[in-house]
T-cell receptor, first 111, second 113 residues
Framework: KAGVTQTPRYLIKTRGQQVTLSCSPI?????VSWYQQTPGQGLQFLFE???????NKGNFPGRFSGRQFSNSRSEMNVSTLELGDSALYLC??????????FGSGTRLTVV | AQSVTQLDSQVPVFEEAPVELRCNYS??????LFWYVQYPNQGLQLLLK??????LVKGINGFEAEFNKSQTSFHLRKPSVHISDTAEYFC???????????FGTGTSLTVIP
């Protein structure tokens, strides 16, 4: 069964810093999506990458960026961190029939 | 476009009692429907899905859901809950081409001993 590995599981950063999160989908999956989950806003779509190209983008400021490598691994970067960026960041692969398969997420805390 | 409404944000229920988590959707096209479960500090895990065929869908952990096209609903049920069912549950809808996918806001199920 397909899987997604996210690292690290937990992060604590200071306001103003930048952070990079990593996502490795199981081999062969070319599509990777990122979601932000907070208690107040629920699940919010950040962006989707397909074969190293950003295919869709949610309504987030330019401080949030991502990229995908040729081996399908993806990174998400947040610059100039704000307290409100504290959230669980989820990476997922998508299949039209099976829907999303999520990683365990990275819990980012900004202090 | 599609949308999903989960009518209850929190549902407390006693252990071994039945539970129903409600989900309504709107769409102008045929859809696929999903239920996901999320345990604390974990990602979402697929519970069950409706693609076509029988309107009663059985999933993991004893959960089932019924697709009702006339009422545009996809309610999740379990006849007897366990403490370990305490989690957040998300309903989701996608168009059949897979171009759009929408999550509901989630229902927090708390099972009381």
């Amino acid at each position: 069964k397909a899987g997604v590995t996210q690292t690290p599981r937990y992060l604590i950063k200071t306001r103003g810093q930048q952070v990079t999160l990593s996502c490795s989908p199981i081999s062969g999956h070319r599509s990777v999506s990122w979601y932000q989950q907070t208690p107040g806003q629920g699940l919010q779509f950040l962006f989707e990458y397909f074969s190293e190209t950003q295919r869709n983008k949610g309504n987030f400021p330019g401080r949030f960026s991502g990229r995908q490598f040729s081996n399908s691994r993806s990174e998400m970067n947040v610059s100039t961190l704000e307290l409100g960026d504290s959230a669980l960041y989820l990476c997922a692969i998508y299949d039209r029939v099976d829907g999303y398969t999520f990683g365990s997420g990275t819990r980012l805390t900004v202090v | 476009a599609q949308s999903v409404t989960q009518l209850d944000s929190q549902v407390p229920v006693f252990e071994e009692a039945p539970v129903e988590l409600r989900c309504n959707y709107s769409s102008s096209v045929s859809v696929y429907l999903f239920w996901y479960v999320q345990y604390p500090n974990q990602g979402l895990q697929l519970l069950l899905k409706y693609l076509s065929g029988s309107t009663l869908v059985k999933g993991i952990n004893g959960f089932e859901a019924e697709f009702n096209k006339s009422q545009t609903s996809f309610h999740l049920r379990k006849p007897s809950v366990h403490i370990s069912d305490t989690a957040e549950y998300f309903c989701a809808v996608s168009d059949r081409a897979g171009n759009q996918f929408y999550f509901g806001t989630g229902t927090s199920l708390t099972v009381i001993p």
